[in-house]
């Protein structure tokens, strides 16, 4: 198996080599929501586009849930396979296992129950309502697959395993793009067939990380490990809790800024959705690296290197300022030419969507540095077994996010929505950073 201990070695080779398959596979995962979205905005039409834009805070806010306590989950495991106490390890993994099924079964209840409420609640305009309904009805149905794929992509993130992951959601993409052609462009099944491709292709990566979960050596799970017991199930979900619990409140401020975005009409939406399409690939490295760090702090705190982890977070900021400011120029030059991929209709209707997807594009990308310390310090915090700041985070994301949209627009009108975002990463950032030194500076050898 490819599992790696990061507590010797190059901490910049580490994390590189952690970080660079994590995002080959964030391409991979990205190309297939971005085919999604371009097959179903150029061959379904504007409207469409339009209808997967409004439900897309509420998706995320469901699934960002059910990877947070897998992400969480994760931060245990990696600390004792640092301290290389592999019994811990294997009842850490059978405890996460079951607690990740109960997560997903009450997560697939609620979600199909509120789906309606919600959109509703959201200001979805009555053009699109259906259409976002039925994508979020099937996409709901994959919960626990995708419960499944978070928890086995954990365990192996943990363990310094980056490249299976990578695999995973290759083949993921081959298929998700083939049944995207199929059930869209030939069959004719319009939304529903892009969100049925979606769930496929995850079931597909899950499979593929069930097998190779199996091969871990060190891991001899036995079945009493399974076995929620309390202590092992409350160091568990104090660690899983806060980082789905900042997850959903960060959706939560999204989908109430959506609900502002709703009110100025279908191409305003249709042009959010396409920079929003874009939106992973502006984080694509972020987030990588966020797990890097995750991994590499949890695992020499486990060992007590504490002089390591300092030396390896000062590397990763650096690599993550690079990395932001040559992603920041490629959207600036190549932006027009990526969202084109999704907009569609009359030349009155691309026109008026492209102005506005490319004015909140270059918004982001001239802040993208602040995004990427955010990832970086909040993924450290989190290593560290401090998953509670990284939820205060989240809600100060919120407040940021829900003022700026909330008040900024009654000032300099529409123009106001565009900084929502950036106001939020800012306001996070802030607190993330000063907190990780704080906390790091208490930390003894």
């Not at 081959?174 to 059930?183: H, K, M, Q, S, W």
């Not at 990566?205 to 871990?216: G, M």
């Not at 199930?233 to 975005?261: D, E, F, H, R, Y």
């Not at 490295?285 to 991994?295: I, N, P």
Request: hydrophobic share 55%; aromatic share 8%.
């Amino acid at each position: 198996m490819r599992i790696r201990n990061m507590t010797e070695g190059s901490p910049v080779k580490l994390l590189l080599t952690f970080a660079l398959p994590l995002m080959v596979g964030n391409v991979f995962q990205q190309l297939y929501t971005v085919v999604d979205t371009a097959v179903v905005g150029q061959v379904v039409g504007v409207k469409a586009l339009a209808a997967l834009g409004a439900s897309d805070w509420l998706n995320w806010l469901v699934l960002s849930v059910v990877q947070g306590f897998a992400q969480g989950f994760s931060i245990l495991m990696a600390q004792y396979f640092g301290a290389k106490d592999y019994r811990q390890l294997s009842r850490s993994v059978g405890v996460s296992t079951s607690l990740c099924g109960i997560a997903a079964v009450v997560i697939l209840v609620l979600s199909q129950l509120c789906a309606r409420p919600v959109l509703g609640l959201l200001n979805t305009p009555g053009d699109i309502l259906g259409d976002s309904l039925l994508y979020l009805r099937i996409i709901f149905g994959g919960i626990p697959i995708v419960a499944a794929y978070n928890l086995l992509a954990s365990i192996l993130r943990a363990l310094g395993d980056s490249k299976t992951p990578l695999y995973a959601v290759v083949v993921a993409t081959v298929v998700n793009i083939a049944l995207d052609l199929l059930f869209v462009m030939g069959l004719h099944w319009g939304i529903a067939g892009a969100a049925g491709a979606t769930v496929i292709a995850q079931a597909v990566s899950t499979v593929y990380c069930f097998i190779n979960v199996r091969k871990i050596t060190i891991l001899q799970l036995e079945p009493s490990d399974f076995k929620p017991d309390p202590a092992m199930s409350l160091a568990l979900l104090k660690l899983g809790s806060p980082v789905a619990l900042q997850n959903g409140i960060i959706s939560v401020g999204g989908m109430v800024v959506q609900s502002v975005i709703n009110r100025y009409g279908m191409l305003f939406i249709a042009g959010f959705t396409a920079t929003n399409k874009l939106y992973g690939l502006l984080e694509i490295a972020a987030t990588s690296y966020g797990y890097a760090v995750t991994s590499f702090v949890g695992q020499n705190l486990g060992g007590r290197l504490i002089k390591r982890i300092k030396q390896g977070m000062r590397s990763a900021a650096v690599i993550a300022l690079l990395t932001s400011a040559v992603i920041a120029t490629a959207m600036l030059l190549l932006g027009k030419l990526f969202l084109g991929l999704f907009i569609s209709g009359s030349p009155e209707e691309v026109e008026a969507s492209m102005q506005i997807a490319y004015h909140y594009l270059a918004i982001m990308s001239l802040c993208l540095p602040v995004l990427y310390m955010l990832h970086i310090y909040r993924s450290a915090l989190m290593g560290l077994g401090d998953t509670v700041v990284p939820m205060v985070s989240g809600f100060v994301e919120m407040v940021m996010r829900l003022g700026i949209a909330m008040l900024l627009p009654l000032a300099i009108g529409q123009e106001g929505i565009f900084y929502a975002e950036v106001g939020a990463w800012t306001g996070a950032a802030v607190l993330l950073v000063a907190s990780y030194y704080v906390r790091i500076n208490r930390q003894r050898e």
